[in-house]
């Protein structure tokens, strides 16, 4: 793929499936000659448009007799994604449809696409850099809202921009230190050991909240857990359809209707969670021993208890019209400190009276939620409190949150100790013994690391790496 960068390739770039809108990509050099052998328009060929940037409706041939609506985007070299002229045939989503065009187009001169290769063209045209490639598939890649903002922050270059900054300031600071090197018998001193000093500081600054602060890209794939547990027949399989939106969950008055771990995804403000709803749990079953011979019902209380000890957040739901204290309930103590909410549900069934009434004898306080799962009140103040459990403290969806690979946060922690050991040269330097070449390599191995973490310096492995995770399309 990266020795063929001048042959005219085409790939079909929308998801698979059927869908309203199919694409059909090509770039290079005969794009718009190959475009036009099956894409028909009012107007003239694709190839006599001079400008770019243009769409043209008309129709697409699938074979000799048959014709689809269609229409053509035309980004003529440099303005493109490739930095190629570029053409993509809009038409319906059909997968047979977009198979025929393909295999027409191919059978005209193009050539399948690799996977990755439209983007590989852009970052070695120098439309993007690696960290940015990176986040086009770390964008592809995404299953939750936290690792679609983590991947468009890569994508739209902040890590890049940090990196620039510090590599320009390094740069700047060693041709100083190199200068005075050259021309050490002049008595011109081009930087001083505490300007050294201080500007490996300045540098390190944001180095070292990068490699604190950005957490790892891995940790999004996974969505933290949310379990909601208690007795049975407290509406915990309501509440769990009335949060998700979905009737995933049985719903039934008979307790021990639910068997299994039913999962479903629920969006909040700090951003996705798992939502686990389970069997309902039985004073007496936690001293139990079941036997192989089990009831599938306490098979099911077991399997509920293991995944309270791996959920993040539990939210223990009571029946609110039945006497309950946290300090004497055997549930609670188990739960001792675990992210946990308590949830009294089923206040519809009370008058405003008994509400009253039951909060004293009860003891609820703020963090005890009185809710209705059957008429959803009380649900937004649920919403809010697993928000917190889960996301208090983590930035909001308008501040650019940059999550590091493995591969990222390698290169920053080797120019993070390079200038480190720098900066302890400095700090053990004399007025009779200053180790300024030293100093020199030091600044020069953490000029390298970054123009590793950007991609400035790159190997054919590490690209063959990071382009092995794309689709054939982007």
Known sequence: MFDRLDDTIVAISSPPGVSPRGIVRLSGPRAMELADTVFEGPERPLRDQTTGWQRSSGRVRIDRTARVPGEAYVFRAPASY???????????????????????????????AEPGEFTARAFFAGAMDLTEVEGVAAVIHAQN????????????????????????????????????????????????????????????????????????????????????????????????NRLTGMDRAIQSATAGTTRDLICAPLTLAGGEVLLVD??????????????????????????????????????????????????????????????????ANKIDLMTPAERSSRQVQTGFKPEVLAISALSGEGLDDLRRAIDRMLFAGQRSHETPLLALSNRQREAASEACEALQRGRKLCAESTANEEPIELMAIEVRAAMNALSLLSGQVVTEALLGRIFERFCVGK
């Open 278 to 343: 389970s069997a309902g749990l039985r004073e007496d079953a936690a001293t139990e021993e079941p036997s192989p011979a089990d009831d599938p019902d306490r098979l099911a209380e077991r399997a509920s208890r293991q995944a309270i000890g791996r959920a993040d957040a539990v939210l223990l739901v009571v029946d609110a019209t039945e006497p309950f204290s946290a300090a004497d309930d055997p549930l609670f103590g188990q739960l001792q400190g675990r992210a946990v909410t308590i949830v």
């Open 82 to 112: 490739t930095r190629q002229d570029l053409v993509e045939l809009h038409l319906p989503g059909v997968p047979a449809v977009l198979a025929m065009v393909l295999e027409l187009l191919t059978g005209a001169g193009a050539r399948p």
């Open 145 to 240: 809202d936290a690792q679609l903002r983590a991947s468009e922050a890569l994508l739209h270059g902040e890590l890049n921009r940090q990196c620039t900054r510090c590599r320009d300031e390094l740069a700047d600071l060693l041709a100083l230190i190199e200068a005075r090197i050259d021309f050490a018998e002049e008595p011109e001193d081009f930087v001083s050991t505490q300007k050294i000093a201080e500007t490996l500081d300045r540098i390190a600054q944001p180095l070292g909240r990068l490699c604190r602060d950005a957490p790892a890209a891995e940790r999004f794939e996974v969505l933290p857990t949310v379990l909601i547990a208690g007795r049975p027949n407290v509406g915990k399989s309501t509440l769990f």
